[in-house]
């Protein structure tokens, strides 16, 4: 593994606080938590100068909701719905993550099938995840009425044919409900694979031309380039992982280092980048879309035969029980890392955890907000922003 | 005909033809930027939702006007006039055809021009009444925009005044008639000239890539942020209007105006304006929004060098024309 032990050198920027405030001029700006660019709720003070940020506190917390509490209360059967709601990009991933960490404890074995369909929907929830990243990208850099618009609409479409096919498997669009502990929920149906291969061809197509767009665009390199420039010491101090770790220049992928689901089975390629500017991690994501396709078109001719999960078929929902232990599992989300510790032994006879905490990536993300904003512009501001791709449901939890 | 009765029959058709047209532009643009979205775009309010701008006005003054607490009522109420005013006073002096031209004055291209550079105060007083932090930061940008940008207008206002000898529009578009337009000859300079038009008008009527003082994503609404009801209708409305007019004067300015074969002039200078504005919300559809560091660079280390390179080589080319 490539992890630095290095704490963080860079000044922390809560302590500068009283300096900025004896200062009159500075003109205090509370971005959110109403603002169309804050992709939901969330707060941050702006000390400006003119309209350069000298200082900024970051406040989540709008979208509380107690789901942590609430999971010790559920079974681990019940608790699969509420948790698509964390991070609502890449539901999946939720669902996979803390059903991970529930096989680990309670020692079900995934069988084979499984395994290789969760890491296609994976695979496909990444793709769909990055391209609502790329939207809502071109809405905060080009706002809600012109060309950011284009492009978000371009991604949604190409989105809805990856919803279409989640829906197919599943019965839903949005929140699935398709992974339990031991395995699947769903199968796949017949010709399935036919429309995988379809779909895949069409969007690979179209990441070419957002690539393009990325790329050479001037206004695009304009905006993103060298701007809000996270690098490598800086995420790794403060937990970042992902796409911004990656375009940060560390070669850090939980797919690859610590093989989980199928991925084991195939060759991943890590797409690396060094800048560490908005620009690199847009690359960094186009990339990662690029290579989940070329995962799903590997995986999706060679799902193995067999159960989908290691229960015989009934009405009522299983019921999990686990008495004891503690454990960690963690998956590559679009975002990030994508934890679950859980402590078992709590209510329900043992069916609901003593304690669920979920490690979300975007949290991480949004730490480096205060280290990375003075300097900027408001401007650059919502660019950084977006290109951290926060959800806040994740966030707040 | 009576000057002064000429002058008011031709304004208050101009003025209300021109509202009329942007309100339905506002149905255009959302059509038009439906199709290049895969999208449909309004559908439901009239044959191929063609009442959308009724609905819009009516719905607009049903809503409950407010003036927020801290906020200077009289400038917060004059703003929205002030803007739709000025917008409008620019096209008294468009010339749509020989005689449908509300005021034909010698100052025309100077009229145009200090009426737009107007435009920045009701912005400001907007962004300053509304005691909002949005609007303020959003009037220090267009003030920031509007005076920079006067400037590569002005200058590429000038090479068709300094090649036509006359700063009316009637007669730039005569001289145009008898020497070809200025857009194809003289061959460079004109273009040039154009395109710098255009690009100014984008940033003067705040257009995307320079929509930096409204920009929804970071300043909410900018100076509009706390406007409700029809007075923010009025600002929407001076907004188009001003992009509306913009167009027909890049059109009597630089395409030859009324200029064209087969039909009557009014017909060709009207589908020139529509060109023009067409093109205005092409380009708002298709680029992002640049930052406002970026658009004064583009405007003090290019455009204005260019403008005066422009006027430059149109005065030489007036000299060389004169001298042969």
Same mark, same amino acid.
């Not at chain 1, 905490?357 to 401007?379: E, N």
């Given at each position: 593994?490539?992890?630095?032990t290095?704490?963080?050198?860079?000044?922390?920027?809560?302590?500068?606080?009283?300096?900025y405030?004896?200062?009159?001029?500075?003109?205090?700006?509370?971005?959110?938590?109403?603002h169309?660019?804050?992709?939901?709720?969330?707060?941050?003070?702006?000390?400006?100068?003119?309209?350069?940020?000298?200082?900024?506190?970051?406040?989540?917390?709008?979208?509380?909701?107690?789901?942590?509490?609430?999971c010790?209360k559920?079974?681990?059967?019940?608790?699969?719905?509420?948790?698509?709601?964390?991070d609502y990009l890449?539901?999946?991933?939720?669902?996979?993550?803390?059903?991970?960490a529930f096989?680990?404890?309670?020692?079900?074995a995934v069988?084979?099938?499984?395994?290789?369909?969760?890491?296609?929907?994976?695979?496909?929830?990444?793709?769909?995840?990055?391209?609502?990243?790329?939207?809502t990208?071109?809405?905060?850099?080009?706002?809600?009425?012109?060309?950011?618009?284009?492009?978000f609409?371009h991604?949604?479409?190409?989105?809805?044919?990856?919803?279409?096919?989640?829906?197919?498997?599943?019965?839903?669009?949005?929140?699935?409900?398709?992974?339990?502990v031991?395995?699947?929920r769903?199968?796949?149906?017949?010709?399935?694979?036919?429309g995988?291969?379809?779909?895949?061809?069409?969007?690979a197509?179209?990441?070419?031309?957002?690539?393009?767009?990325?790329?050479?665009?001037?206004?695009?390199?304009?905006?993103?380039?060298?701007?809000?420039?996270?690098?490598?010491?800086?995420?790794?101090s403060?937990?970042?992982?992902?796409?911004?770790?990656?375009?940060a220049?560390?070669?850090?992928?939980?797919?690859?280092?610590?093989?989980?689901?199928?991925?084991?089975?195939?060759?991943?390629?890590?797409?690396?980048?060094?800048?560490?500017?908005?620009?690199?991690?847009?690359?960094?994501r186009?990339?990662?879309?690029?290579?989940?396709?070329?995962?799903?078109?590997?995986?999706?001719?060679?799902?193995?035969?067999?159960?989908?999960?290691?229960?015989?078929?009934?009405?009522t929902?299983?019921?999990?029980?686990?008495?004891?232990g503690?454990?960690y599992?963690?998956?590559?989300?679009?975002?990030?890392?994508?934890?679950t510790?859980?402590?078992?032994?709590?209510?329900?006879?043992?069916?609901?955890?003593?304690?669920l905490?979920?490690?979300?990536?975007?949290l991480?993300?949004?730490?480096?907000?205060?280290?990375?904003?003075?300097?900027?512009?408001?401007?650059?501001?919502?660019?950084?922003?977006?290109?951290?791709?926060?959800?806040?449901g994740?966030?707040?939890? | 005909?009576?000057?002064?009765?000429?002058?008011?029959?031709?304004?208050?058709?101009?003025?209300?033809?021109?509202?009329?047209?942007?309100a339905?532009?506002?149905?255009?643009e959302r059509?038009?930027?439906?199709?290049?979205?895969?999208?449909?775009?309004?559908?439901?309010?009239?044959?191929?939702?063609?009442?959308?701008?009724?609905?819009d006005?009516?719905?607009l003054?049903?809503?409950?006007?407010i003036v927020p607490?801290?906020?200077?009522?009289?400038l917060?109420?004059?703003?929205?006039?002030?803007?739709?005013?000025?917008?409008l006073?620019?096209?008294?002096?468009?010339?749509?055809?020989?005689?449908?031209?509300?005021?034909?004055?010698?100052?025309?291209v100077?009229?145009?021009?200090?009426?737009?550079?107007m435009?920045?105060?009701?912005?400001?007083?907007?962004?300053?009444?509304?005691?909002?932090?949005y609007?303020l930061l959003?009037?220090?940008?267009a003030?920031?925009q509007? &005076?920079?940008?006067?400037?590569? =207008?002005?200058?590429?206002? !000038?090479v +068709?005044?300094? @090649?036509?000898?006359? *700063?009316?529009?009637?007669?730039?578009?005569?001289h145009q008639?008898?020497h070809?337009?200025?857009?194809?000859w003289?061959?460079?300079?004109?273009?040039?000239?154009?395109?710098?038009?255009?690009?100014?008008s984008?940033?003067?009527?705040?257009?995307?890539?320079?929509?930096?003082?409204?920009?929804?994503?970071?300043?909410?609404?900018?100076?509009?942020?706390?406007y409700?009801?029809?007075?923010?209708?009025?600002?929407?409305?001076?907004?188009?209007?001003?992009?509306?007019?913009s167009?027909?004067?890049?059109?009597?300015?630089?395409?030859?105006?009324?200029?064209?074969?087969?039909?009557?002039?009014?017909?060709w200078?009207?589908?020139?304006?529509?060109?023009?504005?067409?093109?205005v919300?092409?380009?708002?559809w298709?680029?992002?929004?640049?930052? &406002?560091?970026?658009?004064?660079? =583009?405007?003090?280390?290019? !455009?204005? +060098?260019?403008? @005066?390179?422009?006027? *430059?080589?149109?005065?030489?080319?007036?000299?060389?024309?004169?001298?042969?």
């Amino acid at each position: 593994m490539k992890f630095s032990t290095a704490t963080a050198t860079v000044a922390d920027p809560y302590l500068d606080i009283s300096t900025y405030e004896a200062d009159a001029d500075l003109m205090v700006l509370n971005l959110g938590p109403q603002h169309p660019s804050t992709h939901g709720v969330f707060r941050i003070k702006l000390y400006l100068d003119g309209e350069v940020i000298v200082k900024a506190v970051p406040y989540p917390g709008f979208l509380h909701r107690g789901v942590e509490k609430l999971c010790e209360k559920l079974t681990y059967t019940m608790m699969t719905p509420i948790i698509d709601k964390n991070d609502y990009l890449s539901p999946m991933m939720n669902e996979q993550a803390i059903n991970m960490a529930f096989e680990d404890l309670h020692g079900s074995a995934v069988p084979r099938r499984a395994k290789y369909l969760r890491t296609i929907f994976a695979e496909l929830q990444r793709v769909a995840s990055h391209l609502v990243w790329l939207g809502t990208f071109g809405v905060d850099l080009g706002g809600a009425l012109g060309g950011g618009t284009t492009l978000f609409m371009h991604c949604f479409r190409e989105r809805e044919m990856i919803l279409d096919l989640f829906e197919e498997v599943t019965g839903c669009r949005f929140h699935y409900n398709t992974h339990m502990v031991g395995g699947n929920r769903h199968d796949i149906p017949a010709k399935w694979a036919k429309g995988v291969h379809r779909v895949i061809g069409v969007i690979a197509e179209r990441i070419d031309e957002y690539e393009i767009l990325l790329t050479s665009n001037k206004m695009f390199v304009d905006r993103t380039k060298g701007v809000g420039v996270i690098d490598a010491e800086l995420a790794l101090s403060l937990g970042i992982t992902g796409p911004i770790l990656r375009a940060a220049g560390v070669d850090h992928d939980l797919r690859r280092d610590a093989p989980y689901h199928a991925y084991d089975e195939v060759d991943v390629r890590v797409a690396v980048e060094t800048a560490g500017d908005c620009q690199a991690r847009a690359i960094v994501r186009i990339l990662e879309m690029r290579e989940s396709l070329r995962i799903v078109g590997e995986l999706i001719d060679n799902v193995p035969e067999g159960p989908i999960n290691g229960y015989r078929p009934t009405k009522t929902p299983l019921q999990v029980k686990i008495t004891k232990g503690q454990g960690y599992a963690c998956l590559e989300g679009p975002r990030g890392e994508l934890g679950t510790y859980v402590i078992a032994g709590g209510d329900n006879r043992g069916a609901s955890p003593y304690r669920l905490k979920i490690r979300s990536p975007s949290l991480h993300a949004m730490s480096c907000l205060p280290y990375v904003l003075p300097g900027l512009t408001v401007s650059d501001t919502i660019a950084t922003f977006g290109s951290l791709d926060p959800v806040m449901g994740e966030v707040d939890r | 005909m009576n000057i002064w009765l000429h002058g008011a029959i031709y304004s208050v058709l101009i003025a209300n033809v021109l509202l009329t047209m942007t309100a339905w532009s506002i149905w255009f643009e959302r059509k038009f930027s439906a199709r290049m979205q895969s999208r449909v775009g309004p559908t439901i309010v009239g044959p191929m939702g063609l009442l959308q701008p009724i609905a819009d006005a009516i719905k607009l003054l049903q809503k409950e006007s407010i003036v927020p607490d801290k906020a200077d009522r009289a400038l917060f109420n004059l703003a929205p006039l002030l803007t739709l005013l000025f917008s409008l006073g620019i096209a008294a002096v468009v010339p749509f055809s020989p005689e449908v031209i509300a005021a034909d004055l010698d100052v025309g291209v100077i009229f145009i021009l200090a009426m737009g550079g107007m435009m920045v105060f009701p912005v400001w007083i907007a962004g300053w009444a509304s005691n909002n932090k949005y609007a303020l930061l959003g009037g220090m940008r267009a003030v920031a925009q509007g &005076i920079s940008y006067e400037i590569p =207008l002005v200058l590429a206002a !000038l090479v +068709p005044v300094t @090649l036509a000898g006359s *700063m009316s529009l009637s007669d730039i578009v005569r001289h145009q008639i008898e020497h070809g337009w200025y857009i194809f000859w003289p061959p460079g300079p004109g273009l040039f000239a154009f395109v710098l038009f255009f690009v100014a008008s984008l940033a003067e009527a705040n257009r995307i890539p320079f929509d930096i003082p409204e920009a929804e994503s970071e300043l909410v609404a900018g100076v509009t942020t706390e406007y409700t009801g029809m007075k923010f209708g009025l600002f929407y409305l001076a907004e188009y209007l001003h992009t509306l007019i913009s167009a027909a004067v890049g059109a009597a300015l630089f395409l030859g105006g009324w200029d064209g074969p087969f039909a009557p002039g009014l017909h060709w200078m009207v589908l020139k304006t529509l060109l023009l504005f067409g093109l205005v919300f092409w380009v708002r559809w298709t680029l992002i929004r640049i930052r &406002i560091d970026q658009l004064m660079s =583009l405007c003090w280390t290019w !455009l204005v +060098p260019a403008g @005066l390179v422009l006027v *430059m080589a149109a005065a030489l080319w007036k000299w060389g024309m004169a001298g042969s």
